[in-house]
């Protein structure tokens, strides 16, 4: 059965570095997610992209996010320069059409440090 | 803000069904109602959707009431790998909102 895939599965970093975060959605779906969950919290959209555009974001995904579709897999989140609070779970999620059932990654934990 | 309302623990004995409530009072017309699993840390595994009628598929069925204002998670045959948290969530937008969940402890 078809799965999202999400590497690394933990990264730790200094606080001010760079991350980017790799999915690989299922192949014949075109609309990716990302979302977060903070340790002991909900789980919290952040972005949704779809013909390699952002179609939708919360206010969490301010300027030091950003999202793309390097190649014909990948679905990358980048994070410029990250602070303490984004230590969190990160989640990859894709679907078929916009109001069909998204399937998630196994996520990406990120602890800055 | 979430737009449902679950209980935020059940228990359920290995073997037995088991039931898991959703309130949903404001839901409209077009909305589906969707039920995750979030085991331990892992990704949310999806389970069932609906939009009116009662759903069934391999992992569990689904009981909407007539007037869409409630629902009910049913997962027959409970098992230990069962155990997580349970969310059900209202769906007006292509994300979704999460909201606490139910924690289902499944106990031998």
């Known amino acids: 059965e078809p799965e999202v895939t999400q590497t690394p599965s933990h990264q730790v970093t200094q606080m001010g570095q760079e991350v980017i975060l790799r999915c690989v959605p299922i192949s014949n779906h075109l609309y990716f997610y990302w979302y977060r969950q903070i340790l002991g919290q909900k789980v919290e959209f952040l972005v949704s992209?779809?013909?390699?555009?952002?179609?939708?974001k919360s206010e969490i995904f301010d300027d030091q996010f950003s999202v793309e579709r390097p190649d014909g897999s990948n679905f990358t989140l980048k994070i410029r320069s990250t602070k303490l609070e984004d230590s969190a779970m990160y989640f990859c999620?894709?679907?078929?059409?916009?109001?069909?059932?998204?399937?998630f990654g196994p996520g990406t934990r990120l602890l800055v440090l | 803000d979430a737009k449902t309302t679950q209980p935020p623990s059940m228990d359920c004995a290995e073997g037995r069904a088991a039931n898991l409530p959703c309130n949903h009072s404001t839901i409209s017309g077009n909305e589906y109602v969707y039920w995750y699993r979030q085991i331990h840390s892992q990704g949310p595994q999806y389970i069932i959707h609906g939009l009116k009628n009662n759903e069934t598929n391999e992992m569990a069925s689904l009981i909407i009431t007539e007037d869409r204002k409630s629902s009910t998670l049913i997962l027959p045959h409970a098992t230990l790998r069962d155990t997580a948290v349970y969310y059900c969530?209202?769906?007006?937008?292509?994300?979704?909102?999460f909201g606490t969940g139910t924690r289902l402890q499944v106990f031998p």
């Open positions: 999620a894709s679907s078929v059409d916009r109001q069909e059932t998204q399937y």
């Open positions: 992209f779809y013909n390699n555009e952002i179609s939708e």
């Open positions: 969530i209202v769906r007006f937008t292509d994300k979704l909102i």
